[in-house]
C-alpha cells in the first residue's frame, strides 16, 4: 500500500576449514588435519509502515540457524600394514533463535537521508568455536548490533556509508556507491 511495504530475505554462508590436530601421548608425536564445516542461515519478513513522507519505522522478524560438527572424539590407530590411521567421531551442532530488528529512516532533504537500527533486540547468540563435549567453556558471539546510516542520492546516482556497533566496540564500516546508468541497468561499488 502507499505506507505499507513488506519485503521478505534469506542469507545463507558456508566455511569449510581443516586445523591441525596434534598428538602428544607416551612420546609418540603427530599432527593430523581434521575437516571442519560452518552454515549459518538466516530468513527475514519486514514489515515497513511510512509515518509520513520523511519518516519509516521497521522491524525485521528472523530466524537464526547455525551447524557445524564438532570433535567429540580423535584416535590414532596402526593397521595391519603398519600405516598410522586417525579417526574421528564428530557431534553435529545446530543452534536456532528467533530475534527482531528494529529500524528508523528519517529522510532529511530531498537528496539527503538518514537511518538508525538496533539488531537482534532479544539478544541472540551463536556459538563462537568449537567446544569439549558437555564443557562449560563454551563460548558465544552476541549477535545485538546497532547501526547508524546515511545516504546521499542525486538523479540516478547513490552514494552511502553506514556503520555498526556491537555491545562491546566498533566493528565494521562500510562506503557503497550505485548508479543506473539506464533502466534496468546497475552499476554498484563498495
Request: glycine letters at 8%.
Given at each position: 500500500?502507499?505506507?505499507?511495504?513488506?519485503?521478505?530475505?534469506?542469507?545463507?554462508t558456508?566455511?569449510?576449514?581443516?586445523?591441525?590436530?596434534?598428538?602428544?601421548?607416551?612420546?609418540?608425536?603427530?599432527?593430523?588435519?581434521?575437516?571442519?564445516?560452518?552454515?549459518?542461515?538466516?530468513?527475514?519478513?519486514?514489515?515497513?509502515?511510512?509515518?509520513?513522507?520523511?519518516?519509516?519505522?521497521?522491524?525485521?522478524?528472523?530466524?537464526?540457524?547455525?551447524?557445524?560438527?564438532?570433535?567429540?572424539?580423535a584416535?590414532?590407530?596402526?593397521?595391519?600394514n603398519?600405516?598410522?590411521?586417525?579417526?574421528?567421531?564428530?557431534?553435529?551442532?545446530?543452534?536456532?533463535?528467533?530475534?527482531?530488528?528494529?529500524?528508523?529512516?528519517?529522510?532529511?532533504?530531498?537528496?539527503?537521508?538518514?537511518?538508525?537500527?538496533?539488531?537482534?533486540?532479544?539478544g541472540?547468540?551463536?556459538?563462537?568455536?568449537?567446544?569439549?563435549?558437555?564443557?562449560?567453556?563454551?563460548?558465544?558471539?552476541?549477535?545485538?548490533?546497532?547501526?547508524?546510516?546515511?545516504?546521499?542520492?542525486?538523479?540516478?546516482?547513490?552514494?552511502g556509508?553506514?556503520?555498526?556497533?556491537?555491545?562491546?566496540?566498533?566493528?565494521?564500516?562500510?562506503?557503497?556507491?550505485?548508479?543506473?546508468?539506464?533502466?534496468?541497468?546497475?552499476?554498484?561499488?563498495?
Open positions: 500500500t502507499k505506507q505499507f511495504y513488506l519485503g521478505l530475505g534469506g542469507i545463507y558456508k566455511q569449510d576449514q581443516y586445523r591441525k590436530i596434534l598428538f602428544d601421548q607416551s612420546g609418540f608425536n603427530t599432527s593430523i588435519s581434521h575437516r571442519e564445516k560452518l552454515e549459518e542461515f538466516a530468513v527475514f519478513v519486514a514489515p515497513v509502515y511510512k509515518i509520513n513522507n520523511n519518516i519509516s519505522v521497521g522491524a525485521t522478524i528472523k530466524s537464526l540457524w547455525q551447524k557445524f560438527n564438532n570433535p567429540s572424539k584416535a590414532l590407530e596402526f593397521d595391519d603398519g600405516d598410522l590411521q586417525n579417526f574421528f567421531i564428530d557431534d553435529t551442532v545446530k543452534k536456532q533463535n528467533i530475534d527482531l530488528d528494529i529500524s528508523f529512516n528519517y529522510k532529511i532533504s530531498s537528496f539527503l537521508q538518514a537511518g538508525v537500527s538496533v539488531m537482534n533486540v532479544a541472540s547468540k551463536l556459538y563462537a568455536d568449537m567446544f569439549i563435549r558437555d564443557s562449560a567453556n563454551q563460548s558465544y558471539v552476541n549477535q545485538m548490533a546497532y547501526g547508524a546510516g546515511l545516504c546521499y542520492k542525486l538523479g540516478r546516482l547513490n552514494v556509508v553506514d556503520a555498526l556497533f556491537t555491545d562491546k566496540e566498533f566493528y565494521d564500516a562500510s562506503v557503497g556507491v550505485n548508479y543506473v546508468p539506464f533502466n534496468n541497468g546497475l552499476i554498484v561499488g563498495g
